[in-house]
């Protein structure tokens, strides 16, 4: 019985001790935190993410750490580094019990993938994750104020997704590859039906059925969605390129392969 006391007070000095040196420690660092954050506050970021990461590794856990785990992110935010500052906001996601920096931190990593996401003419997985964390988003904080600026961003990586698909359906037009080019407009409509490129997409296939001596297929085509275009002036730019090819095609319409 004595030794099991014995034990419990060697292990309660101990613990005591760790407190004490732990808010010890914390205090010490309390300088350099506000050493950092006036190089954060004055947009000296690297140096702010300097010290920051000097708290962070001297003293990993502690609540001043877990403080300086979000404007390190945020540093690297603001230097552009945003694979970087993505994963730093992670890490503090993960340990941080302040539910308003968590909603901030999770919309900085969606601004980070949108950030690092390539133009349409280039390869597009970074976009579709970049939706994916803004899905994500809405779906955790639906009361956020972010949202609207989630929705907002989402529409504009879609736009970017349905614009790849269009140019490539176009390149295929070019090159004479009349199924492929079908293909790829399709897929803006079955995909993207309820962006502006969809409009484009439309009178894509309506041309592509004209270039492949495909008259009544482009006829059939055009009265099918005449009513689903989300642009009148659009319809009728279908409609007109159908009356000046009645005949067949002109120098005029060969041009709208390339403009």
């Not at 308003?100 to 579709?128: G, H, L, M, P, V």
């Not at 997409?201 to 085509?221: C, M, P, Q, W």
């Amino acid at each position: 019985m004595m030794k099991k006391l014995l034990i419990i007070i060697v292990i309660g000095i101990f613990v005591a001790g760790c407190g004490k040196k732990n808010v010890q420690l914390e205090d010490d660092l309390t300088p350099r935190f506000d050493k950092a954050m006036d190089f954060f506050e004055r947009d000296k970021f690297l140096r702010a993410k300097d010290e920051f990461d000097y708290i962070i590794i001297t003293d990993p856990g502690s609540k001043i750490a877990n403080e300086s785990q979000y404007y390190k992110a945020e540093s690297m935010f603001q230097m552009e580094e945003y694979d970087e500052a993505s994963i730093s906001f992670d890490r503090y996601v993960r340990f941080s019990p302040d539910y308003n920096k968590i909603e901030k931190a999770r919309y900085r990593i969606c601004e980070c993938a949108i950030y690092s996401s390539n133009s349409y003419q280039r390869e597009q997985s970074q976009t579709q994750y970049a939706l994916e964390q803004l899905q994500m988003f809405i779906e955790d904080f639906p009361k956020s104020e972010l949202v609207r600026d989630a929705e907002s961003a989402i529409l504009d990586l879609r736009l970017k997704l349905a614009r790849k698909d269009y140019e490539v359906g176009r390149m295929y037009l070019k090159l004479e590859e009349y199924e492929s080019a079908l293909v790829y407009f399709k897929s803006v409509l079955n995909h993207y039906y309820d962006t502006a490129i969809s409009d484009d997409a439309r009178i894509g296939i309506v041309f592509t059925h004209i270039l492949n001596d495909n008259r009544k297929g482009a006829e059939s085509y055009y009265k099918t969605q005449k009513d689903k275009f989300l642009s009148g002036e659009k319809s009728n730019e279908a409609e007109i390129l159908l009356q000046d090819t009645e005949t067949g095609l002109k120098l005029a319409q060969y041009y709208q392969l390339y403009k």
